[in-house]
């Protein structure tokens, strides 16, 4: 998942998933059952909610580009579509070793791993009254690989799952009966993680078909509307300022305590700090180790802080930049960065090393050390690939600040004087970070600051974005397409957590270090802080703040 900020929602780490292939019963801290049959309050009923339903987040929504659940692939955007949107199954708030039902009740799988049939709980309805059939969950999954230039089709792609044999491998036998029949093999477990991604977040399919113009499947009005069943709904995006969520008034599940969620683009993260002291934010999140720790012992305040499934890299454009076309020139650029010094002076214990396409806490994980800061030795693969007089590139960076709690400009600054000291000179653009990922995935970038997080617990998760060139993600963007770094993604695909696979993984760290158009830099940790009144705050990388199990004093 793209973006910069320590996530809401980067999705899950877990070392070794192996899920069960049936489980039932409503997960995600609901507990099973019908809605509450309590009567509304008086602030439901006449639309005003109190302080004590009302929890306002200082984040950065900048990098939100749609909430189209089937398009969505920035923080913010999937993170609003974890409260609007059921899924087939989903992790529980807290818990990534193993999915349980969110539509599905339960599921039966083939002993080859390739037919799973999926039984929906009777009587969910959508927001709009309509109720959720197997129809609405087909439609789910032709949306996902019809719509055009969605950045997060891979993730159903990557089964095999196209729009040539959507209709016959997704199919409703029944209104309460969801059959996939998958083309290819695909690990049982990375199959059911995908299903917990809100990109198989199941839509009104009445309500978008309603709204569909010019074959855009509905996705242009769903760039600013919900048509889900989860437990709330968009009450208003206004890019750049705010998100706000509602209650669903027909969600089956336990209704929210919390019954008004704001998130506020606040950039900076001092403006955020003030707010949580004046009371007029109740969590802020990416602040700066300093900032953390001039509240930490004041007992208005908590802090969560738990490492995050995630990386932030310098990502080097093959095909906008010739001499990034060069193994040695790429490999310059690593040798060239000061890994340790960015760690240590500038994100304070926030965040550790890491230089393979795989963090720490998640299976194909490793701790070697590819790089160290050696200057004359990447000066001397620059004179080697031809460079030796250097060259001058463009550096996207996003504005405010980067997973850790660090300002943008001053990581790219740190970058900017590193890369001087090999003749490179990178001259810094700073964007919005909606901005940024669109020129990122147009094949604009030349450098390029970008973070990437979890979007289902398994290390393939990593290893296809920067590794398959097929999947049109990450490797694409920057148009390194690389067979054998391909093959080796493909052939991990299919596979459970085993030595063999391990194995693979092994190689593809070597070989992207090697020749990959990554820099991989650091994983940052996750910090909110947030008030004291807030009872029951749970996060993990695959739901973000649980927000419908949040209580307010």
Known sequence: MDGRRAKRWLFGFVTALLLTAAACGGGGGQPPGGRSEAPPSESEATGEFSPQETVVAATDISDAVTLDPQVAFEFSSVGADVLLYQRLVQFPIGDMTQVVGDAASSWDVSDDGLHWTFHLKHGQKFSSGNELTSADVVYTFQR????????????ITQMGITKDNVDQVVTAPDPYTVQIDLPQPFSPGAFLAVLANPVAGIVDSQTVKAHESN??????WLFDHSAGSGPYVLKQWTKDDRMEFVPNPEYAGQAPSIKHVVWLNVPESATRLDMLK????????????AQVESVQNDPSFKVFKQPDQSMVYLGMGVNTVPAFQKKEVRQAVKYAIDYQGIVDQ?????????QGIIPKGVFGYTDKVFFQRDVEKAKSLMKAAGYGDGFTVEMLVPVGTVAGGVPAASLANVLKSNLADIGITANIRQLESGELYTRYRGHEAQLVLAQWGMDYPDPQDFAGPFAEYSQQSLIWRLQDNDPELEALGNQAATLQNTPERQALYDQLNELEAEQGPFAIMYQPDV???YRADLGNFQWDHVNGIGYWVMTKQ
């Open 527 to 529: 910090v909110f802080v």
């Open 215 to 220: 074959g855009d499947w509905g996705s242009g």
């Open 346 to 354: 500038l994100l304070h214990g926030f965040a550790e090393p890491l």
């Open 278 to 289: 004046a009371g007029s934010a109740d969590i802020a999140e990416g602040l700066s180790f």
């Open 144 to 155: 996902v690989v019809h719509i055009e230039n969605d950045p997060a089709s891979w993730l």
